[in-house]
T-cell receptor, first 114, second 112 residues
Framework: DAGVIQSPRHEVTEMGQEVTLRCKPI?????LFWYRQTMMRGLELLIYFNNNVPIDDSGMPEDRFSAKMPNASFSTLKIQPSEPRDSAVYFCASSLEQGLSPLHFGNGTRLTVT | TQLLEQSPQFLSIQEGENLTVYCNSSSVFSSLQWYRQEPGEGPVLLVT?????EVKKLKRLTFQFGDARKDSSLHITAAQPGDTGLYLCAARGGGSQGNLIFGKGTKLSVKP
């Protein structure tokens, strides 16, 4: 299994531009999570999906952030317009089920907004 | 809001030393997980603890879940440079929520 695949690995963009981050979860996993990691705030949950349906998006910072999961093998996180304070590493993770199942993380997208 | 407080935030030791890092909360959890994250990669699960007082060993790593299921510790014996990384504890949100909440982690550096 290839694991969770995220693209791009690095993204540098100017303030005001639209940014789209992509994720392919592990096949058969019912849950998909988007996290943001910074030194100051650690790993923060932004949103998670169950069977392609958004369950909890209370961690999404503001309306500039949106996430979609059009099918079981693909999800996107979009920031429009981007701001310097959005600079962080964004992780996608998937898991088989709730409870004791571990999260399997991708290697993240490092976003820099100048 | 359930918070997981990890301490210390940073730890730098010499190879061969022992160390303990902690994960504390005021909330009770049905289970708790420990992850290790290396630079440029996502976190990877080390262990899941479920029962209050439970102790699990993974080679030189010993994990303990507090009796009241509010805290946990990770003890490393004879640390090696390969143990260097960010150690994160995580627990599920309250009720039947599927979300996993993480502490901010302990950044461990083991010098040869």
């Amino acid at each position: 299994d290839a694991g969770v695949i995220q693209s791009p690995r690095h993204e540098v963009t100017e303030m005001g531009q639209e940014v789209t981050l992509r994720c392919k979860p592990i096949s058969g996993h019912d849950y998909l999570f988007w996290y943001r990691q910074t030194m100051m705030r650690g790993l923060e949950l932004l949103i998670y999906f169950n069977n392609n349906v958004p369950i909890d998006d209370s961690g999404m910072p503001e309306d500039r952030f949106s996430a979609k999961m059009p099918n079981a093998s693909f999800s996107t996180l979009k920031i429009q317009p981007s701001e310097p304070r959005d600079s962080a590493v964004y992780f996608c993770a998937s898991s088989l089920e709730q409870g004791l199942s571990p999260l399997h993380f991708g290697n993240g997208t490092r976003l820099t907004v100048t | 809001t359930q918070l997981l407080e990890q301490s210390p935030q940073f730890l730098s030791i010499q190879e061969g030393e022992n160390l303990t890092v902690y994960c504390n909360s005021s909330s009770v959890f049905s289970s708790l997980q420990w992850y290790r994250q290396e630079p440029g990669e996502g976190p990877v699960l080390l262990v899941t603890v479920v029962t209050g007082g439970e102790v699990k060993k993974l080679k030189r790593l010993t994990f303990q879940f507090g009796d009241a299921r509010k805290d946990s510790s990770l003890h490393i014996t004879a640390a090696q440079p390969g143990d260097t990384g960010l150690y994160l504890c995580a627990a599920r949100g309250g009720g039947s929520q599927g979300n996993l909440i993480f502490g901010k982690g302990t950044k461990l550096s083991v010098k040869p």
